[in-house]
């Protein structure tokens, strides 16, 4: 068992699909299906169950899926402490990572740094939320920016900007000013292939977001209308899809708390901060710059 097998049933296990976890892994869909076949030989069950319109896992594959998870979780911080242990930290570079969100917060505030510290580099990440946190946690990124919403709550549904919800018009939610995720719980659901393999990735955290990972139907975006048309689900894609989705006089936009007004910007950082250090002075400027935003900020050392 290679820790590559790993990586690539946690990417079918995220995906759900064949041919996309294929192209995540940069193998072929045949290799693919071979290297979840040598593993179940290894293991000694059946780990996936294999349909003509979907992949699911088996009970022992779910539980085999954490495991993966976990251990690739394990080997990158283990990777990283040893080269950290070796190389040293590098101390006239500071790497920020932010979501979308934070665009307009970020790039400011590493420039008037820079003006004032023009010898250190300042490397800039645009994630997602799930990667900014996974990546602060390994050490790989100094400072974390990203948005959320100062009231939210458990039931609530936040979306990225790049992706959007959508049913048929004569879908029972398609005339609500707002759907809560607690409504969406009895619809199956449709996911659309993007282009983007960044928001791609956040279209697969939204779905697990909604409790629809395990039956998800993934198609392209007219195998998607054409299913919508046809039964009560609803639908999740990027904006990339939005022109085709509002030309069609079938389709409506579904309304959620994406907009909310009441958000904050949560900073966060691994670092123990000493006065005068570069990480240090970076994270006032980008409080300042929120301030300036008329946002709410919060700082976690």
């Not at 950082?269 to 994270?283: A, K, P, R, Y």
């Amino acid at each position: 068992m290679r820790f590559e097998q790993l990586e690539q049933f946690v990417a079918l296990g995220n995906l759900r699909h064949f041919r996309q976890a294929a192209e995540q892994t940069n193998i072929s869909t045949s290799a693919l299906t071979r290297s979840i076949q040598t593993l179940e030989d290894e293991i000694g069950c059946e780990l996936v169950k294999r349909s003509t319109r979907s992949v699911k896992l088996t009970e022992q594959g779910e539980l085999f899926l954490n495991y993966c998870k976990s251990t690739l979780s394990e080997l990158d911080i283990t990777r990283n402490t040893i080269k950290q242990s070796l190389f040293g930290r590098d101390q006239q570079r500071v790497v920020v990572g932010y979501t979308a969100q934070a665009s307009s917060i970020v790039p400011t505030s590493c420039g008037q740094f820079l003006a004032d510290f023009p010898n250190v580099k300042v490397e800039m990440q645009l994630l997602s939320e799930h990667d900014l946190l996974r990546k602060l946690q390994l050490g790989e990124i100094d400072i974390s920016v990203y948005l959320e919403s100062a009231t939210s709550l458990v039931s609530d549904i936040h979306l990225p900007d790049q992706l959007i919800l959508f049913v048929a018009k004569q879908h029972p939610l398609a005339t609500q000013d707002s759907i809560r995720r607690s409504e969406l719980a009895q619809y199956p659901m449709y996911g659309c292939f993007s282009q983007s393999k960044q928001v791609q990735n956040m279209l697969n955290e939204a779905v697990e977001g909604l409790n629809k990972s395990t039956n998800v139907k993934i198609g392209n975006i007219s195998q998607v209308i054409d299913g919508l048309k046809n039964s009560q689900s609803f639908a999740i894609a990027s904006i990339e899809h939005s022109k085709v989705i509002a030309q069609d006089p079938d389709l409506i936009l579904l309304k959620t708390n994406k907009d909310a007004s009441h958000e904050q910007i949560v900073v966060q950082t691994s670092h123990q901060l000493g006065s005068g250090s570069h990480v240090s002075n970076l994270l006032s400027l980008i409080e300042q710059t929120a301030q300036k935003n008329a946002v709410a900020t919060a700082v976690n050392s």
